[in-house]
């Protein structure tokens, strides 16, 4: 069987317009994967701040002491391993400081919000990962008046405004 001009030019249309739909589903998929790895992140952060923070407490002290070893060691096999130490103390340091601040954006912003809703997202998570005791979410949902639902929820709207502060403008598109 024989294909005309014509029919070759339409199957090669029909492929390539398949192959640039295939192209544009892969981008979203990525990119979705990409906003959803950004939720998952401001989850993690909070489930981890309470180390964080106490891991911080000790900071200063450690790079210190870092500091002395290196002086001690005139920048033999050690040294590298030594900075790259220090750089993720200080980026440790830098992160939850940075936290700390979208954290009381986030309350204050709660806090002025006319939606009850809102104040309780903001309770929700500092019960659940910031106050000093930790609550699980069957008391949150107790002291709430609330079903244990209804704290996942908060949870999630808790989370969404998060990763917006945390990660600027390419958070948002997550949420279309």
Known sequence: MKLSEKQIE???KIAA???LEHLEKERQKQEK???DRRLRNTKLLLRNYRNFKR????IPQELKNLDEHLQLDEWGKEELAIESIKR???RTMAMVKFIDKMLAVYKVMCDLSEKEEDKRSYQTIY????SDKKFTAAEIAT???TDIRTVYRDVERACKALSTLIFGVDSIRFYE
């Open 33 to 35: 994967e990409k906003r």
């Open 10 to 12: 339409t199957i090669s």
């Open 127 to 130: 019960l659940l990962y910031i």
């Open 17 to 19: 317009q398949a192959v």
């Open 143 to 145: 002291c709430h008046k």
């Open 55 to 58: 891991h911080c407490e000790s």
């Open 88 to 90: 993720s103390k200080e």
